[in-house]
């Protein structure tokens, strides 16, 4: 199993951005996708998830109202679209897949993880 996040790069504060998750060798069971970030220094901290089906999805306080998870199952891709960035949105942001559908807020609850993508957000 695979993940690969992409999208990541250099904006501006106000800034939108949108990360993708490529989730490949998973065929088994439906699975949720949760995102988490990790700041230099900083524990990594869950930014938000989707499950399977696609209507149902979850936010952190942080986030909510700033980003919009989908996903196109028929292209094993997860989306993370992120508008008015802020500074203290920089942070390496990782893909995690969870079979057990849980779609919890903790690293432990995910079985697979990508090799996360850098986002840096300048003021």
């Not at 199993?1 to 989730?23: K, T």
């Not at 998830?49 to 989908?70: E, P």
């Amino acid at each position: 199993v695979q993940l690969q996040a992409s999208g990541g790069g250099l904006v501006q504060a106000g800034d939108s951005l949108r990360l993708s998750c490529v989730v490949s060798g998973y065929t088994a069971s439906p699975y949720a996708l949760g995102w988490f970030r990790q700041a230099t220094g900083q524990e990594r901290e869950f930014v938000g998830g989707i499950a399977w089906t696609g209507g149902f999805t979850k936010y952190a306080d942080s986030v909510k109202g700033r980003i919009t998870i989908s996903r196109d199952n028929a292209k094993n891709t997860v989306y993370l679209q992120m508008n008015s960035l802020k500074p203290e949105d920089t942070a390496v942001y990782y893909c995690a897949a969870d079979s057990g559908q849980r779609l919890g807020a903790q690293t432990w609850e995910y079985d697979y993880w990508g090799q996360g993508t850098l986002v840096t957000v300048s003021s």
